[in-house]
């Protein structure tokens, strides 16, 4: 899709999944008939469950420039690259929202095919340094070595593959949890702090029920109802939704 301009969608009917559009189709045959009015920039976005956990591996592009960012490839990085292949992208940035192994196993492997930088917030250092640990509790062969490259802090603005990313610290799930959110967008990449229904377990190493809860009040909560969350795990949700319906989250 090229650049887009304010998308009108009155009448529009939707895409059939996995359909191409045609050069020269109007850009409100494609467009989300539930959308009004909006000015969303094209983006590439590619969400695929890797692993035996199945953690949400992100892949966002930009359309004009080829570059992406991939945010944790916990596993099968064969797939991974396969999408990226599809899409004739160039993998620029590996961002990692926590060092639990199942967001982070793959990030070593990604990190050597591509030379791409690793982002991640420095409390989880110790975690990546029990990478091997991890595995064995888990029966799982030990991940290639990762090298963190960029510390990531609440605030940090990146901008990567055409968007800005800005950083949240959501602390509790591990000490260095992060959530990404995609203002352009209105998406959140929340890693394992909140699910739909659910928020991150605390019982493991770095794991905190209190600072989870305030995270998710302080960061999360201040968002909007219509931003869409995309968890570390199972399905998409919303803000609104969990604020509704969360029995974790209703109540704070
Ligand atoms: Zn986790």
Redesign the pocket.
């Known amino acids: 899709m090229e650049q887009a301009g304010p998308i009108l969608a009155r009448c529009a009917e939707p895409a059939a999944q996995g359909e191409i559009a045609p050069r020269g189709t109007p850009p409100e045959r494609f467009a989300n008939r539930h959308l009004k009015v909006a000015s969303i920039p094209a983006m590439i976005h590619e969400m695929m469950p890797v692993g035996a956990l199945q953690c949400n591996c992100s892949i966002f592009g930009d359309e004009t420039t080829r570059e992406a960012v991939v945010i944790d490839p916990g596993d099968e990085i064969d797939r991974i690259q396969a999408v990226l292949q599809r899409h004739g992208l160039t993998v620029k940035w590996i961002v990692i929202t926590?060092a639990?192994i199942?967001?982070i196993g793959g990030a070593g492997k990604l990190q050597a095919l591509t030379g791409a930088p690793v982002y991640m917030n420095e409390a989880d250092y110790a975690l990546v340094k029990g990478l091997a640990a991890q595995a064995s509790w888990l029966g799982m062969p030990e991940p290639q070595p990762v090298s963190i490259d960029v510390g990531l802090r609440d605030g940090d603005r990146l901008n990567m593959a055409g968007a800005n990313f800005d950083v949240l610290h959501t602390p509790g799930?591990?000490q260095g949890?992060v959530c990404l959110l995609l203002a352009d967008q209105n998406k959140l990449i929340a890693?394992?702090t909140l699910f739909y229904d659910s928020i991150?377990?605390t019982d493991?190493p770095g794991g905190d029920y209190t600072q989870i809860l305030r995270s998710i009040k302080t960061k999360l909560l201040a968002l909007d109802d219509e931003t869409k969350v995309i968890c570390?795990h199972g399905q998409t949700t919303t803000i609104g939704r969990e604020r509704m319906h969360n029995y974790f989250v209703s109540n704070l």
Do not use: A, K, N, P
């Open positions: 926590h639990h199942d967001h799930h591990t949890s890693g394992d991150g377990r493991l570390g």
